[in-house]
Nanobody, 117 residues
Framework: QVQLVESGGGLVQSGESLRLSCAAS????????MGWYRQAPGSQRELVAS???????NYADSVKGRFTISRDNAKNTVYLQMNNLKPEDTAVYYC???????????WGQGTQVTVSS
């Protein structure tokens, strides 16, 4: 059974930091690209950051310079370090695992991040 379990969300003030973790089980973690998405109320789910299986990161323009994605293949875990958080970062954050050819995608259940001004 595949599971992606996010943790680390919470309520913080503007300018503070949080570190999200996503622990994967039931998949060969090292062959999957991993990503963090977020969805705010009334908005579509959007990509925040992704990392290839080789460790190359990619970021949405809105978080460049503030967020850092990383992965630890030995622990089957992907992280999202979020610094200088802003109220507009408030959303449910979802972990995503993707394998290409054939396309296989898994999602976590989400973790709430709330940033107060």
């Amino acid at each position: 059974q595949v599971q992606l379990v996010e943790s680390g969300g919470g309520l913080v003030q503007s300018g503070e930091s949080l570190r999200l973790s996503c622990a994967a089980s039931g998949i060969r973690f090292g062959i999957y690209a991993m990503g963090w998405y977020r969805q705010a109320p009334g908005s579509q789910r959007e990509l925040v950051a992704s990392i290839t299986r080789d460790g190359s990161p990619n970021y949405a323009d809105s978080v460049k310079g503030r967020f850092t994605i990383s992965r630890d293949n030995a622990k089957n875990t992907v992280y999202l370090q979020m610094n200088n958080l802003k109220p507009e970062d408030t959303a449910v954050y979802y972990c995503n695992a993707k394998y290409v050819n054939p396309t296989i995608v898994y999602w976590g259940q989400g973790t709430q991040v709330t940033v107060s001004s």
